[in-house]
């Protein structure tokens, strides 16, 4: 299993930034993939920036240019930097990470850190 606990979030101006950090712990070497997703009210869940493990990042079209995605493998931390925050940016931000045994594949997830912004 995979534990992931998420920091960073709160409330912010708009054109202002905020960065996402995600701690994770258990069976990290299982990991193929981190990524992080949010939800707004009354909208689903929306991947916003994935990293698979030696593979290329890739971003929801609404946050290129904008966000960053990144890894630190020594401190078994995935980052999700928000730059020119707008108010649609606003949601519950969630961490995830993907794990492959064999042919299954199971996707973990964190509590959620809330992302407000102002406008």
């Known amino acids: ?66 966000f960053t995605i990144s890894r630190d493998n020594a401190k078994n931390t995935v980052y999700l930097q928000m730059n020119s925050l707008k108010p649609e940016d606003t949601a519950v931000y969630y961490c995830s990470a993907n794990t492959i045994t064999g042919a299954t594949m199971f996707r973990y997830w964190g509590q959620g850190t809330q992302v407000t912004v102002s406008s």
Do not use: F, H
């Open 1 to 66: 299993q995979v534990q992931l606990v998420e920091s960073g979030g709160g409330l912010v101006q708009a054109g202002g930034s905020l960065r996402l950090s995600c701690s994770a712990s258990g069976s990290i070497n299982s990991i193929s993939a981190m990524g992080w997703y949010r939800q707004a009210p009354g909208n689903q869940r929306e991947l916003v920036a994935a990293m698979p493990t030696g593979g290329s990042t890739n971003y929801a079209d609404s946050v290129k240019g904008r």
